[in-house]
């Protein structure tokens, strides 16, 4: 009864290139959340979405950050020409319901250079 | 702006002692209340959730639940090293929205051997 998965778990890269993280929920579960975490920061919400629909996103930024969610597949979480402020962890979390308990992923913590 | 504010810390408490961990939440709309437990470099670990005002119980920790006071606090009882991390208090919002959980900024833990 695999978890939350998340890829990669580390990820470099350097300002202006694209970054894509990965997230597949738990089994059972189709309500898929994703935050982003800053040092000495909570966990800061940014979209929620089910299959191939995007529920909310008042907490992404407005430019370079888009997510998806299709029919078959992960969520990705995409990020285009980074900067170093992006640099954070970015967790994944997948509920059963909207809103019920979240379980998260182990993180994905991109560093920018 | 719904926010959930938890006290910074470091709370040090030793070891077989109760640790007590509290968090005061904007939105009265709120209906469920979450606490989750993150080492460092890990990601959050769902130890307790509460809907109703009152106490629950589950093993060591008790929440406890506020509305009329928009208080909610997790306590430890019997504390071990192991209970060391960061504790993170979480809030449902309200106004039929989608919007993920908010999250406070976390409370960090220290138990003395």
């Known amino acids: 009864n695999a978890g939350v998965m998340q890829n990669p778990r580390h990820l470099v890269r350097r300002r202006g290139q694209e970054a894509r993280l990965r997230c597949s929920p738990m089994k059972g579960h189709s309500h898929v959340y994703w935050y982003r975490q800053l040092p000495e920061e909570g966990l800061k919400f940014m979209v929620y979405?089910?299959?191939?629909?995007?529920?909310?996103e008042s907490g992404m930024p407005k430019e370079r950050f888009s997510a998806e969610f299709p029919k078959e597949g992960p969520s990705i979480l995409r990020i285009q020409q980074v900067v170093r402020g992006d640099s954070a962890a970015y967790f994944c979390?997948?509920?059963?319901?909207?809103?019920?308990?979240?379980?998260f992923g182990s993180g994905t913590q991109l560093s920018v250079l | 702006q719904k926010e959930v504010e938890q006290n910074s810390g470091p709370l040090s408490v030793p070891e077989g002692a109760i640790a007590s961990l509290n968090c005061t939440y904007s939105?009265?709309?709120?209906?469920?209340f979450f606490w989750y437990r993150q080492y460092s470099g890990k990601s959050p670990e769902l130890i307790m959730f509460?809907?109703?005002?009152g106490d629950k119980e589950d093993g060591r920790f008790t929440a406890q639940l506020n509305k009329a006071s928009q208080y909610v606090s997790l306590l430890i009882r019997d504390s071990q090293p192991s209970d060391s991390a960061t504790y993170l208090c979480a809030a449902d919002p309200s106004g039929g929205g989608a919007d993920g959980l908010t999250f406070g900024k976390g409370t960090h833990l220290i138990i003395q051997p």
């Open positions: 939105d009265r709309g709120s209906q469920s």
């Open positions: 979390a997948s509920s059963r319901l909207k809103e019920e308990k979240l379980f």
């Open positions: 509460i809907y109703s005002n």
């Open positions: 979405l089910q299959k191939e629909n995007i529920i909310d």
